[in-house]
Protein backbone atom coordinates (compact mmCIF):
# COMPACT_ATOMS: atom_id res chain seq x y z
CA UNK A 1 0.00 0.00 0.00
CA UNK A 2 1.10 3.61 -1.09
CA UNK A 3 -0.75 5.02 2.13
CA UNK A 4 -1.37 8.84 1.42
CA UNK A 5 -0.02 10.24 -1.18
CA UNK A 6 0.58 13.98 -2.78
CA UNK A 7 1.12 16.05 -5.47
CA UNK A 8 3.43 18.30 -6.08
CA UNK A 9 6.05 18.39 -2.99
CA UNK A 10 7.17 22.01 -3.87
CA UNK A 11 5.30 24.66 -5.52
CA UNK A 12 6.10 28.40 -6.41
CA UNK A 13 3.03 30.67 -6.94
CA UNK A 14 2.46 34.11 -7.76
CA UNK A 15 -0.27 35.97 -6.31
CA UNK A 16 -3.70 35.24 -8.13
CA UNK A 17 -2.53 31.81 -9.59
CA UNK A 18 -4.32 29.12 -8.93
CA UNK A 19 -3.32 25.48 -8.49
CA UNK A 20 -4.97 21.97 -7.39
CA UNK A 21 -2.94 20.10 -4.68
CA UNK A 22 -3.56 16.34 -5.20
CA UNK A 23 -4.27 13.87 -2.01
CA UNK A 24 -4.75 10.22 -2.69
CA UNK A 25 -5.16 7.35 -0.42
CA UNK A 26 -5.30 3.55 -1.31
CA UNK A 27 -6.45 2.07 2.40
CA UNK A 28 -10.48 2.63 1.75
CA UNK A 29 -10.18 5.39 4.04
CA UNK A 30 -13.88 7.43 4.47
CA UNK A 31 -12.67 10.20 6.08
CA UNK A 32 -10.09 12.90 4.68
CA UNK A 33 -9.12 16.21 5.49
CA UNK A 34 -6.74 19.01 4.67
CA UNK A 35 -4.32 20.93 7.03
CA UNK A 36 -2.14 23.77 7.10
CA UNK A 37 0.99 23.85 9.01
CA UNK A 38 2.58 27.57 9.94
CA UNK A 39 5.51 28.02 12.01
CA UNK A 40 4.77 28.46 15.69
CA UNK A 41 1.23 26.93 15.18
CA UNK A 42 -0.77 23.93 15.77
CA UNK A 43 -2.44 21.76 12.41
CA UNK A 44 -5.18 24.03 11.29
CA UNK A 45 -7.87 22.13 9.31
CA UNK A 46 -9.03 23.91 6.18
CA UNK A 47 -11.84 21.40 4.69
CA UNK A 48 -12.49 17.71 5.50
CA UNK A 49 -14.80 15.35 4.21
CA UNK A 50 -16.67 12.05 5.78
CA UNK A 51 -17.16 9.92 2.07
CA UNK A 52 -17.71 10.58 -1.45
CA UNK A 53 -19.89 13.35 -2.19
CA UNK A 54 -19.73 15.14 1.13
CA UNK A 55 -17.19 17.65 1.96
CA UNK A 56 -17.76 20.43 4.75
CA UNK A 57 -15.50 23.03 6.03
CA UNK A 58 -12.75 23.85 8.79
CA UNK A 59 -11.30 26.63 10.87
CA UNK A 60 -9.46 28.30 7.91
CA UNK A 61 -11.55 27.28 5.14
CA UNK A 62 -11.11 30.67 2.87
CA UNK A 63 -9.98 31.18 -0.24
CA UNK A 64 -9.60 27.18 -1.36
CA UNK A 65 -12.42 24.71 -2.38
CA UNK A 66 -12.20 20.72 -2.00
CA UNK A 67 -14.49 18.05 -3.85
CA UNK A 68 -14.76 14.16 -2.99
CA UNK A 69 -16.01 12.32 -6.37
CA UNK A 70 -14.38 9.02 -5.11
CA UNK A 71 -13.15 7.64 -1.82
CA UNK A 72 -9.07 7.48 -3.05
CA UNK A 73 -9.13 11.07 -4.19
CA UNK A 74 -9.48 14.47 -2.66
CA UNK A 75 -8.06 17.23 -3.73
CA UNK A 76 -7.50 21.03 -2.41
CA UNK A 77 -8.12 24.15 -5.05
CA UNK A 78 -6.24 27.32 -4.57
CA UNK A 79 -8.66 29.83 -6.06
CA UNK A 80 -6.63 32.66 -6.30
CA UNK A 81 -3.43 32.82 -4.50
CA UNK A 82 -1.91 35.10 -2.11
CA UNK A 83 1.07 35.03 0.26
CA UNK A 84 -1.43 34.70 3.26
CA UNK A 85 -1.26 30.95 2.01
CA UNK A 86 2.66 30.10 2.02
CA UNK A 87 2.29 27.26 3.97
CA UNK A 88 3.37 23.49 4.35
CA UNK A 89 -0.32 21.41 3.04
CA UNK A 90 -0.84 18.21 5.26
CA UNK A 91 -3.99 15.65 3.48
CA UNK A 92 -4.52 13.08 5.73
CA UNK A 93 -6.46 9.91 6.06
CA UNK A 94 -8.57 7.88 8.43
CA UNK A 95 -11.29 5.15 9.31
CA UNK A 96 -13.31 7.78 11.19
CA UNK A 97 -14.02 5.88 14.28
CA UNK A 98 -13.68 8.06 18.02
CA UNK A 99 -10.22 6.60 18.19
CA UNK A 100 -9.05 6.45 14.68
CA UNK A 101 -5.35 7.46 13.96
CA UNK A 102 -5.30 9.76 10.93
CA UNK A 103 -2.52 9.02 8.41
CA UNK A 104 -0.95 11.93 6.87
CA UNK A 105 0.49 12.40 3.49
CA UNK A 106 4.21 13.87 2.92
CA UNK A 107 3.39 17.26 2.33
CA UNK A 108 3.45 19.96 0.09
CA UNK A 109 5.35 23.09 0.79
CA UNK A 110 3.96 25.96 -0.74
CA UNK A 111 5.16 29.83 -1.58
CA UNK A 112 3.29 32.33 -3.12
CA UNK A 113 5.28 35.05 -4.12
CA UNK B 1 -12.05 30.12 22.02
CA UNK B 2 -10.29 26.49 22.08
CA UNK B 3 -6.73 26.39 23.57
CA UNK B 4 -4.11 23.26 23.22
CA UNK B 5 -0.77 24.58 25.34
CA UNK B 6 2.94 23.03 25.16
CA UNK B 7 6.23 23.67 25.98
CA UNK B 8 7.54 25.19 23.01
CA UNK B 9 10.89 22.90 23.38
CA UNK B 10 12.71 21.45 25.51
CA UNK B 11 16.87 19.48 25.46
CA UNK B 12 17.20 16.18 27.04
CA UNK B 13 19.73 13.87 27.63
CA UNK B 14 20.54 10.48 25.36
CA UNK B 15 19.19 7.53 27.45
CA UNK B 16 17.66 10.00 30.03
CA UNK B 17 13.50 10.32 30.45
CA UNK B 18 11.92 13.16 29.41
CA UNK B 19 8.19 14.11 29.76
CA UNK B 20 6.50 16.53 28.06
CA UNK B 21 3.35 18.20 29.23
CA UNK B 22 0.30 19.22 27.40
CA UNK B 23 -2.97 21.21 28.91
CA UNK B 24 -5.96 21.76 27.01
CA UNK B 25 -9.08 23.93 26.94
CA UNK B 26 -11.38 22.58 24.56
CA UNK B 27 -15.54 22.35 24.38
CA UNK B 28 -16.28 19.08 25.11
CA UNK B 29 -13.86 15.99 24.78
CA UNK B 30 -13.52 13.27 22.92
CA UNK B 31 -9.90 11.69 23.29
CA UNK B 32 -6.53 12.74 22.93
CA UNK B 33 -3.54 11.92 20.51
CA UNK B 34 0.13 12.35 20.89
CA UNK B 35 1.71 12.53 17.29
CA UNK B 36 5.27 12.57 16.33
CA UNK B 37 6.59 15.16 13.55
CA UNK B 38 10.51 14.71 12.03
CA UNK B 39 11.91 17.99 10.94
CA UNK B 40 10.39 18.13 7.23
CA UNK B 41 8.53 15.04 7.28
CA UNK B 42 4.97 14.28 8.24
CA UNK B 43 3.05 13.87 11.36
CA UNK B 44 2.51 9.99 12.41
CA UNK B 45 0.63 8.59 15.12
CA UNK B 46 1.85 7.78 18.68
CA UNK B 47 -0.93 7.45 21.24
CA UNK B 48 -4.21 8.06 22.15
CA UNK B 49 -5.98 8.39 25.62
CA UNK B 50 -9.78 8.85 26.41
CA UNK B 51 -10.16 7.60 30.02
CA UNK B 52 -7.84 8.76 32.53
CA UNK B 53 -4.98 7.43 33.34
CA UNK B 54 -1.46 5.85 31.98
CA UNK B 55 -1.42 3.58 28.36
CA UNK B 56 2.20 2.48 28.08
CA UNK B 57 3.80 1.30 25.00
CA UNK B 58 6.73 0.23 25.21
CA UNK B 59 9.51 3.28 25.61
CA UNK B 60 6.74 5.43 25.71
CA UNK B 61 3.83 6.29 27.79
CA UNK B 62 1.16 9.05 28.02
CA UNK B 63 -1.34 9.56 30.88
CA UNK B 64 -4.78 11.77 31.15
CA UNK B 65 -6.21 13.49 33.26
CA UNK B 66 -10.20 14.75 31.83
CA UNK B 67 -10.67 16.36 34.80
CA UNK B 68 -7.55 19.06 34.94
CA UNK B 69 -7.61 19.13 31.52
CA UNK B 70 -3.84 17.54 30.92
CA UNK B 71 -1.88 15.03 29.37
CA UNK B 72 2.17 14.61 29.36
CA UNK B 73 4.12 12.22 26.70
CA UNK B 74 6.78 10.25 29.01
CA UNK B 75 9.55 9.28 26.58
CA UNK B 76 12.38 6.33 28.24
CA UNK B 77 15.72 5.32 27.15
CA UNK B 78 15.63 7.84 24.97
CA UNK B 79 17.46 7.79 21.49
CA UNK B 80 19.15 10.01 19.30
CA UNK B 81 16.17 9.64 16.09
CA UNK B 82 13.60 10.38 18.75
CA UNK B 83 14.43 14.29 18.17
CA UNK B 84 11.28 15.37 16.43
CA UNK B 85 8.32 17.55 17.62
CA UNK B 86 5.59 16.34 19.61
CA UNK B 87 2.01 17.35 18.50
CA UNK B 88 -1.27 17.26 20.66
CA UNK B 89 -4.49 17.14 19.65
CA UNK B 90 -7.66 16.77 21.62
CA UNK B 91 -11.18 15.68 19.79
CA UNK B 92 -13.51 18.19 20.71
CA UNK B 93 -17.39 17.43 20.72
CA UNK B 94 -17.87 18.24 17.53
CA UNK B 95 -15.09 15.18 17.09
CA UNK B 96 -12.97 17.69 15.60
CA UNK B 97 -9.06 17.49 16.05
CA UNK B 98 -7.69 20.44 17.85
CA UNK B 99 -3.58 20.63 17.66
CA UNK B 100 -1.27 22.26 19.75
CA UNK B 101 1.74 24.10 18.36
CA UNK B 102 3.98 21.11 19.38
CA UNK B 103 7.28 20.61 21.22
CA UNK B 104 10.32 19.96 19.93
CA UNK B 105 12.39 17.83 21.66
CA UNK B 106 15.98 17.92 21.24
CA UNK B 107 18.46 15.24 22.27
CA UNK B 108 21.93 15.62 23.18
CA UNK B 109 24.83 12.86 23.67
Known amino acids: NAGVTQTPKFQVLKTGQSMTLQCAQD?????MSWYRQDPGMGLRLIHY???????DQGEVPNGYNVSRSTTEDFPLRLLSAAPSQTSVYFC????????????FGPGTRLTVL | GQNIDQPTEMTATEGAIVQINCTYQTSGFNGLFWYQQHAGEAPTFLSYNVLDGLEEKGRFSSFLSRSKGYSYLLLKELQMKASASYLCAVRDRDYQLIWGAGTKLIIKP
Open chain 1, 49 to 55: SVGAGIT
Open chain 1, 92 to 103: ASGQGGESSEQF
Open chain 1, 27 to 31: MNHEY
